[in-house]
């Protein structure tokens, strides 16, 4: 008959345990692998992504690339038919004329938009 080692078991899980312990603190040890956006700050979504230099207003300029880059989708999905109002300018939505937009300053013009575009459809009995 033969002999059964019973320590076995109780090694191999010593040894699990031991490794997980391990793979944890190297995992916690090193630090995890930064996305592209990971450090956008306060505010994420559509304004965070224009916000080049991470500081949670858009420049001028930075504005300037936006619209150019809303300009390249639009005019690579042309072919759905759609007509788009014009992007909104640059002293419609900075409001405290700064010369910065910060996003509640986008989010109001935006707005302020939609609200016009309710007052005309309403106006013109399509609602």
Known sequence: MKRRNTRWPSQLATALII??????????????????????????????????????????????????????????????GKSYPPPLRFEEIDRNADGYLSEDEMISALNRRLERHKRYRNRSGRW
Do not use: M, V
Not at 53 to 62: A, C, P, T, V
């Open 19 to 80: 490794a997980g312990a391990l793979g944890l603190g190297i995992s916690f040890a090193a630090p995890p692998e930064q996305l592209p956006n990971a450090d956008i700050g306060p505010h994420t979504g559509p304004f965070s992504i224009h916000d080049l230099d991470r500081n949670g207003i858009l420049s001028r300029e930075e504005y300037g690339r936006f619209l150019t880059a809303l300009e390249q989708r639009r005019k690579a999905a042309d072919g759905s």
